[in-house]
């Protein structure tokens, strides 16, 4: 893959800086943000002396000399990697990657391509037990666990946290979508929640391997994201634990919409709502761009042999993971703006080539989305149109 430099460098440079740590609460003339880099300066940066410059979308270190846009802002949160901080970068803001050797999106060829990782990709094993694990069981074995059962660990804490908080914001938010299925499987994470989930996290965990995680900012020392979110999981396929989550701003006071957080490098996150149950249980899989559509299909779905998924971002699905949908049929209904129809394409490509039924769900263009659908009370206009493998 490539990266798409010139995307990256449009990503509005405070939603980075607020991702990586500085403070997302603007100072009250628009242009100030409290810096990250707080380490460098002598007052912990309480009074703002970060520019934002948004014509030339980036920014500048009055205190401690930072400058620069958003690749240069992700790289210093990688500590100078230009790889991890590009590649984040593409994930968090689901910005799809380039070709190598052209300046294209990608294109679904399916003729031509070896499909080289056969070996890697998961799949559904409905014979095999699932586990309900209490982490008091097993937090004594933290320090001899293998680094992916260490995140999980981290990341089901985290979440398991974000259930016992407060949870009206989070139930009027979605109410306010349109959703009216059960979100208990959804967290919410406060001002005040995260401060007391720091304190905790420090009680179990070490800083670097939460630092490592992307749970605690390496210059803050502390919670890396937002506050006021809703905690969007991601589950283990054979056990209630968690591989990654989404943090959703569900108020005004974040720059940031949504931003994914997981270490597919340890430990790829599954879809969400794609679980043991759904895999097992289920014949209809509806995949959608984003949480809340999933959970719009849901909201209206009276079938008992459909769920709804949705990946973190049209383009952040692993070509490993798709092997989960064998022997199932498969229904994409991603937006209909360009984005979202470019990752379909891809997507049908790559579910055709394993050998998995695949349709696509089409309406009316003047609709974006089934979130859309839902408070229009048009879901019912939605077509399904099964695809087939092309050969060269």
């Not at 905690?231 to 994914?260: H, M, Q, W």
Request: some cysteine; glycine content about 4%; overall charge positive.
């Amino acid at each position: 893959m490539k990266y798409n430099l010139d995307k990256l460098k449009q990503i509005p440079i405070s939603e980075v800086l607020a991702s990586i740590g500085a403070d997302y609460a603007m100072h009250r003339n628009g242009r100030l943000m409290h810096c990250f880099n707080i380490e460098a300066h002598k007052n912990q940066d309480k009074k703002p002396s970060l520019a934002i410059y948004e014509k030339t979308n980036s920014c500048h270190c009055f205190a401690c000399g930072l400058s620069g846009g958003p690749i240069d802002m992700a790289k210093i949160a990688f500590n100078g990697d230009f790889k991890k901080a590009c590649e984040w970068l593409h994930v968090a803001w689901n910005i799809p990657f380039l070709e190598i050797g052209n300046n294209q999106a990608i294109k679904p060829s399916v003729s031509k391509r070896n499909f080289t990782l056969k070996e890697k990709i998961k799949h559904f094993d409905p014979q095999k037990k699932y586990q309900n694990i209490a982490l008091r069981d097993i937090f004594s074995q933290y320090a001899h666990s293998s680094r992916n059962m260490q995140l999980k660990m981290v990341y089901t804490f985290i979440y398991r946290y974000s259930l016992m908080t407060e949870q009206k914001k989070k139930e009027s938010y979605y109410n306010n979508r349109g959703i009216t299925c059960d979100v208990k499987e959804i967290g919410f994470l406060g001002w005040e929640d995260v401060t007391r989930l720091e304190q905790e996290l420090t009680k179990y965990f070490s800083i670097q391997d939460l630092q490592d995680f992307k749970v605690f900012s390496k210059k803050k020392y502390g919670w890396n994201y937002s506050r006021n979110v809703a905690v969007v999981p991601c589950f283990d396929l054979y056990t209630d634990l968690i591989c990654g989550f989404s943090l959703r701003a569900i108020s005004g006071d974040s720059t940031v919409k949504e931003l994914n957080v997981n270490c597919s490098d340890i430990e790829i996150p599954l879809p969400f709502n794609l679980k043991y149950s759904t895999l097992k249980e289920k014949e209809w899989i509806w995949i959608t761009e984003g949480h809340i559509d999933a959970l719009s299909g849901v909201t209206k779905n009276k079938k008992e042999n459909i769920d709804f998924c949705s990946f973190a971002g049209a383009w952040a699905y692993k070509e490993e993971i798709l092997g989960l949908f064998k022997n199932k049929k498969v229904i994409i209904a991603f937006d209909k703006d360009i984005a979202g129809k470019n990752s379909e394409a891809t997507l049908v490509a790559k579910l055709l080539h394993l050998g998995i039924e695949t349709y696509i769900a089409d309406w009316s263009e003047e609709v974006n989305d089934l979130n859309d659908l839902l408070n229009l009370n048009a879901l019912n206009t939605i077509k399904v149109h099964k695809q087939e493998l092309r050969t060269a």
